[in-house]
């Protein structure tokens, strides 16, 4: 069989090489077009706080709207808190079922696209639709994922400049505002936490609940350690720059074990990927000639 054989009814090699033709030059412009666009991503961000405020002040007038939803939390981690959020959430949760489904449908028992057995076409359709409704969630958690590493790797540093901006003598409110505005164009996801939490801090009226938010916000060990002693200091009134010198430190230090612990798996890691794609190989290149001379001659005998 060659390559035409795989291709659907009335779909030659020359159309095919026509659409990956158009494909190319369509992936180029796009890729041409993400290079020379220029983003400003701190605006952006600021005005996502800016929102963020305005419906904090709107939920204080009502304690009912309070309540959030397990999706509105998920949406939350992974960094979308737009209004429109959720709203584009359930409707790709919804959707996507029916046009996996229907894609599916058409594409093997319209188009035909591949030959596929009778009996195991339903089970594809089917595998499609739970596909398409489980889609969804996968990237809001990969997106929520990849978020708290990078909040993890930026949190020593933040921890750092609150710490300086403690002992300048400025409140907790105006640090974390201030560490907010410094570090967004380096770390802009702790930077949206942090502002955030000043936010919430500014305008609900019980400050533990505003600093419990951002652990729902972010639900990582080292937060929850940052709030616990956070919410101690509001408290007791203990100091609060040694008490984040300390946090600092634990943190780097936890860090630093992971980057170790992630280096001494290393090893275990890469020894299936030798034995299956460099061990062969090597034995080829080794022993191949010997194996080929000595077939030879004994076809010589």
Do not use: H
Request: a positive charge.
């Amino acid at each position: 069989m060659n390559f035409a054989d795989y291709l659907p009814a009335a779909f030659g090699p020359d159309d095919f090489a026509v659409l990956m033709a158009a494909f190319g030059a369509l992936s180029a412009m796009v890729v041409v077009w993400r290079a020379l666009l220029v983003r400003d991503p701190s605006a952006r961000r600021i005005r996502a706080v800016a929102g963020e405020r305005a419906a904090l002040r709107a939920k204080r007038l009502d304690p009912v709207a309070a309540d959030r939803r397990t999706a509105e939390f998920r949406l939350a981690r992974a960094g979308w808190r737009s209004r429109d959020a959720m709203v584009a959430y359930l409707f790709f949760r919804l959707s996507l079922p029916f046009a996996f489904g229907v894609l599916a449908v058409s594409a093997i028992y319209l188009l035909e696209v591949y030959p596929v057995k009778p009996a195991f076409r339903p089970a594809i359709c089917f595998t499609a639709v739970i596909f398409g409704y489980l889609l969804p969630g996968l990237i809001v958690k990969n997106q929520g994922d990849k978020r708290e590493q990078a909040l993890r790797k930026a949190l020593p540093d933040g921890l750092d400049l609150l710490v300086i901006c403690a002992e300048a003598g400025l409140s907790l409110d105006a640090a974390l505002a201030r560490v907010a505005r410094e570090i967004a164009p380096s770390t802009p996801e702790l930077a949206e936490e942090i502002a955030l939490t000043a936010a919430e801090l500014s305008f609900l009226p019980d400050r533990r609940k505003a600093l419990q938010n951002l652990t729902l916000r972010a639900p990582m060990p080292e937060v929850s350690g940052l709030v616990n002693t956070l919410i101690q200091t509001e408290r007791y009134g203990t100091p609060l720059t040694r008490s984040l010198r300390v946090l600092a430190a634990e943190f780097r230090n936890e860090r630093l074990m992971r980057a170790e612990a992630k280096a001494a798996r290393l090893p275990a890691t890469l020894t299936l990927p030798l034995i299956l794609f460099i061990l062969p190989p090597l034995f080829i290149v080794l022993i191949g000639p010997a194996i080929i001379q000595a077939i030879d001659a004994f076809a010589k005998m």
